[in-house]
């Protein structure tokens, strides 16, 4: 390339490139393959800009660089200003002595691969990085991503590609100010209750000489603390404590109101005013609750929110994209959003990706999604040394100081699955990783990983948001390394899935929170029109396998599908099954932690969103499409459900809720066969606490079916309150593969309705798992791949879509027998 192109800020070379029509989508087919020569180049963007004569005659001018992917040479009118090395940090420089009214800004980037490289040659020898997919990249064995503070997922992950990026992905800003400015300002929570919240706004500032200033505080507009400041030259911290009497509290979602309050904080000086700030935060009080057990062989592990006991209802969280500069305010409020429709109360933001954008954590303050965060580490060992402490520290320095007024963040992690896979302590256990190195390597490989991880983040997180909880490691047991058999801590389940134990294990392998466990499925079909072509249309063909990145995902696909389904009758078929397979998965994963109550007090499926169309664990798609596993999720996190659980030739029905007050009904269970006829209905009262999975019905399956047959039988289960069905489900005898379906005749009335459409629908049969869709148009249907019962009318709305479509010549309907061959 031997002339300059236009260039977006926030972006990356690689979006640059496409945008510029240099390189092919990037996501299509096999394109992957041939771009994996753009992180091994340098690169260079400028730009030249004007300021004002007003800013030029400030006393401090400061550029900020917030963000820098990674390795980069920063030049303001050829004159150095600084080197970064860490994409995660934001760069502070004042530029006052090199600033011109015309200015021309430089920024070299130096190829990760190659500065990688060289610090691996400088360490000596290699550190286990699992995912990183160096062979994909052209450098064998040689994983280099560990010695990078850069997004890790962006070397590969068995659910991403490789595309290690370079570029400016947050915006650059100038900032100038005369006499003082606010620098940062935190609501630190001192104390919250009903009563009172006891509140300390902690001020930094900087003053370009010595002088008198007043500091005000208004919440929601009214003045509510002021204080008189000497100000002194250079930087200071003052405190400010103030009150509010009877706080609106901040709660997560389904619990109450996530109430948030804008505090305005304004530095005066006379009559003039020389800064103000504004910090929109909710007032909640966070526990990490590790209570030992009556036996005293565990603890429990749990969040209580203002003195309220909650069960974590959620999911993992990725990037939602391989190029995190292109994704939208849309897309990030479309992925909060469908947490909440999916009753959702937290996410985890997971250790192999980014340090999110700001308008994360707002919208997840604003819908009451908790989130659990971890520091940008991942199924990897990190090297040592002061450099590489020192860089990781004012990482974590900047990214607290940035996100400590998010009321959503009620837990800091260290890392990802590093503890567990090293297992220090434990000869044979872990990922085989100890057993590599010398005596002398691992002993070093351990501290430096205990200074980062007991010390360097727990230090910086008390400094800089004293009183949140810190967890060195997810998962772990506390006071050693987590197993299947913990009894405190998280827990990290790949038993169904790495170790093809069956669906029924979700009931035998109980943490006390379940903070992993997943499978996978591919996206449905038209997503995969949109990154490959009718010959690649086969789960094993080059391009299908480039987009599954699990050595194993095939395999266990099929393997899985085998016991519980017919054998698709082609493609199409397939993907749609796959789905229907990791939505039973992961259904009987919630239900079972729902059922063990309180024991297990939280449930973070694997994962809610991907970042290119592929393969994968998620729950929605690239493209934001819901796959089936998320209406099965939010049907199964309802604040009340009622869980049917056939445990050997036992019927048995829980109840679980998550209403303060508990739960108090009528459960009714119906049999029927897949015609509609009844054979038998009884009724019983029943009631459980919050918190708490409660048996509430038993039965044998012999004595209920009293001979009829269970492949073209269901039983229906409904709680009523107050004559209405608050929570239901349906419970079938025997496996998919088993059921004597019948070919429904389904019958739909279409009508318009609120910027959308109400479709009612009706079968003569059961139509087993319904999959409504569209054959040109994108939408949103409010429920989807659900079984409707034979003579019952379901109601669903398609929103999200142009009004002005002919839904009944786009609707398609989908069920489990379309897919028998």
């Not at 900020?64 to 004159?79: E, I, K, P, R, W």
């Amino acid at each position: 390339m031997n002339e300059w192109k236009p260039a977006s800020v926030p972006g990356t070379v690689h979006t640059d490139l496409l945008n510029n029509k240099l390189i092919p989508d990037p996501f299509f087919r096999t394109n992957e393959k041939d771009l994996q020569w753009i992180d091994k180049v340098n690169w260079e963007y400028r730009t030249n800009f004007e300021i004002t004569p007003e800013m030029l005659r400030a006393k401090n001018i400061q550029m900020v660089f917030n963000g820098l992917d990674t390795y980069a040479d920063v030049y303001l009118n050829d004159m150095p200003l600084f080197l970064a090395d860490n994409m995660f940090r934001t760069w502070q420089v004042d530029v006052k002595p090199y600033i011109k009214q015309k200015n021309t800004l430089r920024i070299y980037f130096h190829s990760p691969i190659i500065k990688g490289l060289q610090l691996l040659e400088k360490h000596g020898y290699r550190l286990p990085a699992v995912n990183d997919q160096s062979e994909n990249g052209g450098l064998g064995p040689n994983p280099v991503s560990v010695f990078t503070r850069k997004a890790p997922y962006s070397y590969g992950w068995d659910w991403g590609p490789r595309f290690v990026t370079s570029g400016i992905w947050k915006p650059i800003t100038i900032e100038w100010w005369n006499d003082a400015k606010l620098n940062d300002v935190f609501i630190y929570q001192q104390n919250i209750e009903a009563s009172k919240a006891s509140l300390i706004a902690k001020i930094e500032l900087t003053a370009s000489e010595a002088g008198t200033g007043v500091v005000t505080v208004s919440a929601n507009g009214k003045a509510i603390a002021q204080q008189t400041v000497n100000l002194q030259r250079g930087k200071q911290t003052i405190d400010l404590p103030f009150s509010i009497s009877k706080p609106r509290l901040w709660w997560p979602n389904g619990l109450g109101e996530p109430y948030l309050y804008n505090f305005n904080i304004t530095l005066q000086k006379g009559k003039d005013t020389l800064d103000t700030r504004s910090i929109i935060t909710g007032l909640r009080k966070v526990e990490v609750v590790q209570e030992p057990d009556a036996d005293g062989k565990g603890k429990s592990f749990y969040f209580r929110i203002n003195g309220k006991k909650v069960f974590a209802k959620g999911a993992n969280y990725i990037p939602n994209d391989a190029f995190v500069t292109r994704v939208t305010a849309k897309d990030y409020e479309k992925i909060i959003r469908s947490a909440v429709q999916a009753n959702m109360n937290m996410l985890r933001l997971w250790g192999g990706g980014i340090y999110e954008y700001d308008i994360f954590y707002q919208l997840c303050d604003q819908y009451g999604i908790m989130v659990w965060h971890d520091f940008m580490f991942a199924c990897s060992m990190y090297p040592g040394g002061e450099e590489f402490f020192e860089n990781v520290r004012q990482e974590a320095i900047d990214n607290v100081r940035r996100l400590r007024n998010h009321p959503c963040i009620v837990l800091w992690c260290g890392n990802n699955e590093i503890e567990t896979a090293w297992a220090e302590g434990h000869e044979n256990w872990g990922w085989g990783w100890k057993q590599r190195y010398a005596p002398e390597q691992r002993k070093q490989i351990w501290s430096d990983y205990q200074q980062i991880f007991s010390k360097i983040l727990p230090e910086v997180l008390q400094s800089y948001s004293p009183g949140t909880f810190y967890w060195p490691s997810s998962p772990t047991a506390g006071d050693d390394i987590a197993t299947y058999e913990s009894r405190s801590g998280d827990m990290h389940y790949w038993g169904v899935w790495h170790g093809l134990h069956p669906f029924e294990d979700f009931n035998k392998y109980l943490g006390r929170f379940m903070s992993e466990y997943g499978f996978q499925s591919f996206p449905e079909f038209k997503t995969v029109q949109q990154y490959a072509l009718p010959e690649d249309y086969d789960i094993t063909s080059p391009v299908m396998s480039a987009h599954q990145r699990s050595g194993i995902g095939n395999l266990r696909i099929k393997q899985y599908m085998a016991d519980w389904y017919k054998e698709p009758k082609d493609f199409v078929m397939f993907l749609y099954v796959s789905q229907l397979l990791q939505a039973e998965a992961i259904k009987s994963a919630i239900y079972a932690h729902r059922r063990n109550m309180p024991y297990v007090m939280g449930s973070l499926y694997w994962q809610i969103n991907d970042c290119w169309p592929v393969a994968s664990w998620s729950s929605i798609d690239y493209y934001k499409r819901w796959k089936a596993l998320h209406y099965y999720a939010a049907k199964a996190f309802r604040n009340t459900i009622v869980m049917p659980y056939l445990k050997n030739d036992t019927l048995q029905i829980y109840l679980a809720t998550d209403n303060p007050d508990g739960v108090n009904g009528q459960l009714k269970l119906t049999l029927m066969d897949f015609q509609g006829k009844i054979l038998n209905t009884s009724s019983v009262p029943v009631k459980a606490n919050v918190n708490e999975g409660k048996l509430c019905y038993t039965i044998a399956v012999s004595q209920l079916l009293q001979g009829a047959a269970p492949e073209n039988h269901l039983i229906y289960v409904e709680l009523i309150v107050n004559k209405q069905t608050i929570a239901d489900d349906i419970l079938y005898l025997v496996r998919p593969m088993k059921l004597q379906l019948q070919k429904p005749q389904i019958t739909y009335n279409i009508q318009p309705q609120n910027n959308g459409f109400r479709i009612t629908l009706k079968s003569n049969v059961l139509a087993k798992n319904i999959f409504l869709s569209l054959k040109k148009s994108d939408g949103f249907f409010s429920d989807n791949y659900f079984d409707l019962l034979p003579g019952k009318e379901t109601v669903v709305y398609l929103s999200e879509t142009d009004t002005n479509i002919d839904v009944a010549k786009e609707l398609e309907i989908v069920t489990l027998y379309d897919s028998l061959p």
